[in-house]
């Protein structure tokens, strides 16, 4: 069972930079592929980025690519998503995510295991 525990989130204007963070525990943190995904009211989840287990291969929606970096310190359990230059428009709930498997994948249903999120709110 692997916990994930979010932060980083908060409340910023427009054009500023946050980073999160994402700690993982309970399991083999480098046996995973690990996402971030977002939810904003009335929208369904949506993938950001994705990171392959050993940082090899990267995944990033393209409303985000060029601003977000995602990246992982397996010594450290840890996934984080750079974000740069943020706009209104990324404003939402922030969740980690983590799928046991090789195979990179922005479908939500195929990661088992999900943190309690961390809202980012964007002002214009």
């Known amino acids: 069972q692997v916990q994930l525990v979010e932060a980083g989130g908060g409340l910023v204007q427009a054009g500023a930079s946050l980073t999160l963070s994402c700690v993982a525990s309970?399991?083999?943190?480098?046996?995973?592929?690990m996402a971030w995904f977002r939810q904003s009211p009335g929208k369904e989840r949506e993938s950001v980025a994705v990171?392959?287990?050993?940082?090899?291969?990267?995944y990033y929606a393209d409303s985000v690519k060029g601003r977000f970096t995602i990246s992982r310190d397996n010594t450290k359990n840890t996934v984080y998503l750079q974000m740069n230059s943020l706009k209104p428009e990324d404003t939402a709930v922030y969740y980690c995510?983590?799928?046991?498997?090789?195979?990179?994948?922005?479908?939500?249903?195929?990661?088992?295991?999900w943190g309690q999120g961390t809202q980012v709110t964007v002002s214009s």
């Open positions: 995510a983590a799928r046991r498997s090789a195979i990179i994948t922005i479908t939500p249903n195929l990661y088992m295991y």
């Open positions: 309970g399991g083999t943190f480098s046996s995973h592929v």
């Open positions: 990171i392959g287990s050993n940082d090899d291969r990267t």
